[in-house]
């Protein structure tokens, strides 16, 4: 796991002993299976996880064909879950990494966000996953119309981005969470 908007080099940004999943299940008697009878599921069942719904997709990655654009529509005014995958290109760290950051902090601090956590597997596979209480101000932070201070940050990298790509493949994705199973670090993170 990572801590979104740390120092790049840091054991706090870098957390070595934590470990993020992010996975698609047939249905819930198989999640269940998962984290009662395999080995790794039993030890992951003791921590925090949320269940969530498909929405839509901008972007596609090879790990997740069968995604379509969009299953369902989104209330505005219910919390979603955006989750990002994205597989960088070596070359273009420096820039994802001046780019990225100030979206990092911007994610972290806004107000609309309850929770906020991001994760790689070395060397270029990153992720995002946050979770807002309202999936109207999700949308006006990547637009740039939030009320923080430089609220322009995700717009302006998201134009860099088509500019010249940081990535082989990137999707980012969005959930209607379903449900919230114990608690990250005492407190319970799904709004309402």
């Known amino acids: 796991m990572m801590r979104l908007g740390a120092p790049v080099v840091s054991l706090d940004r870098l957390q070595l ?30 921590g925090w996880h949320v269940r969530l719904r498909f929405l839509r997709r901008y972007g596609q990655v090879a790990a997740l064909p069968d995604l379509p654009p969009r299953a369902d529509r989104t209330d505005p005014d219910e919390p979603v879950v955006a989750v990002t995958l994205a597989r960088l290109k070596l070359p273009e760290l420096p820039r994802f990494l001046h780019w990225g950051r100030p979206v990092e902090r911007l994610v972290r601090d806004h107000p609309g966000a ?74 319970r993170l799904l709004p309402g």
Not at 127 to 145: K, L, N, P, Q, Y
């Open 114 to 187: 309850t929770f906020a956590t991001a994760a790689n597997r070395p060397p270029r596979t990153f992720a995002t996953f946050s979770i807002w209480r309202t999936a109207r101000e999700m949308t006006d932070m990547v637009h740039g119309h939030s009320e923080v201070p430089s609220a322009e940050r995700h717009a302006v990298a998201m134009g860099e981005q088509r500019r010249r790509d940081f990535h082989h493949e990137s999707t980012f994705m969005r959930f209607r969470p379903l449900s919230e199973h114990g608690t990250w670090h005492g407190n």
């Open 17 to 46: 002993g934590r470990l993020a999943m992010f996975a698609e299940w047939d249905d819930e008697n198989a999640l269940e299976r998962f984290l009662t009878h395999d080995r790794l599921g039993r030890r992951l069942a003791g």
